[in-house]
C-alpha cells in the first residue's frame, strides 16, 4: 500500500512540475518607461499588444547588427499590435543613444534606463542584446540573450498578434 501511494505522489508531482513548465505563465515586471522625447509608458499599459523589449546599447556589435531587423519587425507588424520598445543600457551615453536614434531613424519607442531599474526589473540583465517577447496578457513568450533568430521571432509575433 505505502509503495503504491509514494508512487501515486511521484506521479502527482511530476505532473504539476509538467503542467507548471508547460502551461505557467511568466509575467513581465511592471515598470515605467520614458522615451527620448520625454513621452512616457509603461508595461501595464501595452497590455493588450504584443511586446518586443530589446535591451540594447550603442557599443553592442550585436546590438547594432540586430537593430536593422528590428526596425523591419516594427514596420511590419506595428499596425498589426506589435509594439517595440528599445531600452538603451544605463552605461550607454543618451547623447550617443540620441545621435544612434536619429541617424537610424528609429520608428519605435526608444528609452534611458539611466539608473538600470527597468534592466534589474527584468532580471538585472547585464548583457546586450537581450530581448523579450511579450503576449497580449503581459506574460514573457520567450527571451532571447545575444542577436535573436528572427525567423523565429516573427514565428511567435505572427502566432500571438
Known amino acids: 500500500m505505502k509503495k503504491g501511494l509514494l508512487i501515486a505522489v511521484a506521479l502527482l508531482a511530476v505532473a504539476g512540475i509538467a503542467y507548471s513548465l508547460l502551461f505557467g505563465r511568466n509575467p513581465a515586471p511592471q515598470v515605467q518607461l520614458?522615451?527620448?522625447?520625454?513621452a512616457?509608458?509603461?508595461?501595464?499599459?501595452?497590455?493588450?499588444?504584443?511586446?518586443?523589449?530589446?535591451?540594447?546599447?550603442?557599443?553592442c556589435p550585436g546590438c547594432v547588427e540586430e537593430m536593422p531587423e528590428i526596425k523591419k519587425l516594427h514596420q511590419q507588424y506595428a499596425g498589426k499590435g506589435l509594439n517595440v520598445v528599445a531600452v538603451a543600457?544605463?552605461?550607454?551615453?543618451?547623447?550617443?543613444?540620441?545621435?544612434?536614434?536619429a541617424h537610424n531613424q528609429l520608428p519605435f519607442f526608444v528609452a534611458l534606463d539611466t539608473q538600470g531599474e527597468v534592466a534589474k526589473a527584468f532580471g538585472d540583465i547585464?548583457?546586450?542584446?537581450?530581448?523579450f517577447l511579450?503576449?497580449?496578457?503581459g506574460n514573457i513568450i520567450k527571451r532571447y540573450v545575444g542577436v535573436m533568430n528572427f525567423a523565429e521571432v516573427r514565428q511567435l509575433i505572427e502566432s500571438h498578434l
Request: net charge positive; glycine share 4%.
Open 40 to 59: 512616457t509608458t509603461s508595461t501595464a499599459a501595452l497590455k493588450g499588444k504584443v511586446v518586443l523589449v530589446n535591451f540594447w546599447a550603442t557599443s
Open 126 to 131: 547585464q548583457l546586450a542584446p537581450t530581448t
Open 89 to 101: 543600457m544605463s552605461y550607454d551615453p543618451p547623447n550617443y543613444v540620441q545621435s544612434y536614434v
Open 34 to 38: 520614458t522615451s527620448l522625447a520625454g
Open 134 to 137: 511579450i503576449d497580449k496578457q
